[in-house]
């Protein structure tokens, strides 16, 4: 992520204005989960022994598309611009 205005290059110029959601979506995508666990021996002599199961598992994803709105500090260039921004995390849409 750059620093800089985009039009007069000056360092430590870009200031944040607002943001706004542009899309979102809810789909269903297929991860993979591990469980772990532990297997107790019964005689002191032997050793627990550790286990993992990889699994597939279908989840509601969020996809979220977020507009962000940027200005030059500097007064004389004043440039404005936006950047877009994408979002992906586990969970569903509020109806």
Same mark, same amino acid.
């Given at each position: 992520?750059?620093?800089?205005? *985009?039009?007069?290059?000056?360092?430590?110029?870009?200031?944040?204005?607002?943001?706004? +959601?542009?899309?979102?979506?809810?789909? +269903?995508? @297929?991860?993979?989960?591990?469980?772990?666990? @532990?297997?107790?021996? !019964?005689? *002191?002599?032997? *050793? !627990?022994?550790?286990?993992?199961?990889?699994?597939? /598992?279908?989840?509601?994803?969020?996809?979220?598309? @977020?507009?962000?709105?940027?200005?030059?500090?500097? *007064?004389?260039?004043?440039?404005?611009? @936006?950047? #877009? /921004?994408?979002?992906?995390? /586990?969970?569903? +849409? #509020?109806?």
């Amino acid at each position: 992520m750059s620093i800089r205005c *985009p039009k007069c290059k000056g360092f430590w110029k870009k200031r944040f204005v607002k943001n706004e +959601l542009v899309e979102q979506r809810e789909s +269903l995508e @297929t991860v993979e989960r591990t469980d772990e666990g @532990t297997i107790f021996s !019964n005689s *002191p002599f032997e *050793p !627990n022994h550790g286990y993992e199961v990889k699994r597939l /598992e279908q989840v509601r994803m969020v996809q979220e598309t @977020t507009r962000d709105f940027w200005e030059c500090k500097d *007064p004389v260039c004043g440039h404005q611009w @936006t950047t #877009e /921004e994408y979002s992906e995390y /586990e969970g569903q +849409l #509020e109806a």
